[in-house]
């Protein structure tokens, strides 16, 4: 038996010990006979010991206490000590039985355990956060104090499920679902909730956790935490709006822009093709301001949003057929600025405008191929115009359009235009720097 185990008589005295009490103690029956097992107790602890053990041979009650026992390489180990009476028939104690089971191990990593605990909860205390902490299945069993300051509630009556009464009404069948999701899959829980202050107000938190796994990948536990984030929040949405507003009267800018050249124009007949040519570039400087403008979720407008790709495709929309596309767009996409978007909407405009005019786009087969690439520290665009007329010869003139390409891509993007006319179609190559897109 791996326990120390040893029975007494009736009055306490001890009269046999197991193997296993003299291989751990070193001693001899005879030492041990009686009441000799004192020699191996520690004697800061022995009164004690002696106490309650006389008062259960007085009382005939059962013995429970840990305390150390000497071993044989003179070590104190602590040993959980329980000792039961054995009665006659007319109920007096004839014998007890005793065992000691030692206990220093798990004595040892209990403490262990409780300092540990006790630095988790002054350091999640200390943190601004709201931290909580779930078993695998996601019950709620620890909310640091800052929860309880933020929320206003009692200790422990948002345990379990509890919390999910915290959100505001909106937000938590979206809130549970989220974690029901995290929950199934293991993945990382993150969402953005109005969680519910002291003061009754709905708060915007940013809610975060992560699962502690063991050795084996099993989740053991989730940590997470609650970060107050209604202020940032609020300033976004005020942002938003400004951003908006300011954005729509740019572009009311662009439209009276756009119809005082209309007005202007029938009255001389003669300039009526290059205010439509300046409206058309206006049009595309003021799509090129929408797509690449700083956008929050709410206004978003989805396809690529920010890049390059996005902002070719953004530009030659118009020139799509029932909804087809004319244009193939391919390579390396990278992300473009509003400040880079408007030289680049002017040069894309004005090549799909002559496509239009005399190239690929004049032809019900024509395709216009572009292809990005990133070399070194530049980007290079490459327009190739297929299923046009042929091309015979480059234009004798440079036009006022393509002069003022150059002129935005060198001055604002650092970059240069080439064009070559080749019998399937005009080939154009830009190069700009990256760092200025």
């Given at each position: 038996m791996p326990m120390l185990c040893w029975i007494a008589r009736g009055d306490g005295y001890i009269y046999w010990y197991n193997r296993r009490w003299h291989d751990y103690c070193g001693s001899t029956p005879q030492a041990m006979e009686g009441w000799g097992w004192q020699d191996v107790h520690d004697p800061a602890q022995l009164p004690d010991v002696m106490r309650n053990w006389t008062q259960s041979i007085e009382t005939g009650e059962p013995f429970e206490m840990v305390f150390p026992l000497r071993g044989a390489d003179g070590a104190f180990r602590r040993f959980l000590t329980r000792i039961v009476p054995v009665r006659a028939s007319d109920g007096r104690v004839i014998r007890w039985l005793g065992i000691n089971a030692e206990v220093e191990s798990q004595l040892n990593a209990e403490a262990a355990l409780a300092v540990t605990e006790a630095k988790f909860r002054v350091l999640t205390d200390a943190m601004p956060q709201m931290v909580w902490s779930t078993l695998p299945d996601g019950f709620h069993d620890y909310f640091n104090a800052r929860w309880y300051e933020f929320t206003g509630v009692p200790h422990g009556s948002t345990n379990g499920?509890?919390?999910?009464?915290?959100?505001?009404?909106?937000?938590?069948?979206?809130?549970?679902?989220?974690?029901?999701?995290?929950?199934?899959?293991?993945?990382?829980?993150?969402?953005?909730?109005?969680?519910?202050h002291h003061s009754g107000e709905y708060r915007w938190t940013l809610g975060r956790a992560l699962p502690v796994r063991d050795a084996k990948g099993e989740i053991t536990r989730w940590i997470g935490t609650c970060t107050d984030i209604h202020e940032s929040k609020m300033a976004a949405d005020q942002t938003e709006l400004?951003?908006?507003?300011?954005?729509?009267?740019?572009?009311?800018?662009?439209?009276?822009?756009?119809?005082?050249?209309?007005?202007?124009?029938?009255?001389?007949?003669?300039?009526?093709?290059?205010?439509?040519?300046?409206?058309?570039?206006?049009?595309?400087?003021?799509?090129?301001?929408?797509?690449?403008?700083?956008?929050?979720?709410?206004?978003?407008?989805?396809?690529?949003?920010?890049?390059?790709?996005?902002?070719?495709?953004?530009?030659?929309?118009?020139?799509?057929?029932?909804?087809?596309?004319?244009?193939?767009?391919?390579?390396?996409?990278?992300?473009?600025?509003?400040?880079?978007?408007?030289?680049?909407?002017?040069?894309?405009?004005?090549?799909?405008?002559?496509?239009?005019?005399?190239?690929?786009?004049?032809?019900?087969?024509?395709?216009?191929?572009?292809?990005?690439?990133?070399?070194?520290?530049?980007?290079?665009?490459?327009?190739?115009?297929?299923?046009?007329?042929?091309?015979?010869?480059?234009?004798?003139?440079?036009?006022?359009?393509?002069?003022?390409?150059?002129?935005?891509?060198?001055?604002?993007?650092?970059?240069?235009?080439?064009?070559?006319?080749?019998?399937?179609?005009?080939?154009?190559?830009?190069?700009?720097?990256?760092?200025?897109?």
């Open positions: 499920q509890g919390w999910n009464d915290m959100f505001h009404p909106e937000d938590q069948a979206k809130a549970w679902e989220r974690w029901r999701h995290s929950l199934s899959t293991g993945e990382d829980y993150e969402i953005e909730y109005r969680l519910k400004m951003g908006r507003e300011l954005s729509h009267r740019i572009k009311n800018i662009f439209a009276v822009i756009a119809g005082l050249i209309g007005l202007s124009s029938p009255a001389d007949p003669e300039t009526r093709s290059f205010a439509k040519q300046l409206a058309g570039r206006i049009s595309a400087l003021g799509r090129a301001h929408n797509f690449a403008r700083p956008h929050s979720p709410m206004s978003d407008p989805g396809r690529e949003f920010g890049s390059l790709h996005g902002l070719l495709r953004e530009i030659l929309t118009p020139y799509e057929i029932d909804g087809a596309p004319r244009y193939i767009v391919n390579g390396e996409d990278v992300p473009v600025s509003d400040r880079s978007a408007t030289p680049i909407a002017l040069v894309v405009h004005e090549l799909a405008t002559n496509a239009v005019k005399y190239g690929a786009l004049s032809s019900a087969a024509g395709v216009i191929n572009i292809s990005t690439v990133c070399r070194d520290d530049n980007v290079i665009i490459e327009w190739q115009e297929t299923g046009g007329p042929p091309v015979s010869a480059p234009p004798g003139i440079t036009g006022f359009g393509s002069q003022l390409s150059e002129i935005s891509i060198a001055d604002q993007l650092g970059g240069v235009i080439e064009r070559h006319w080749k019998t399937e179609g005009l080939c154009v190559k830009i190069e700009v720097s990256a760092a200025r897109l």
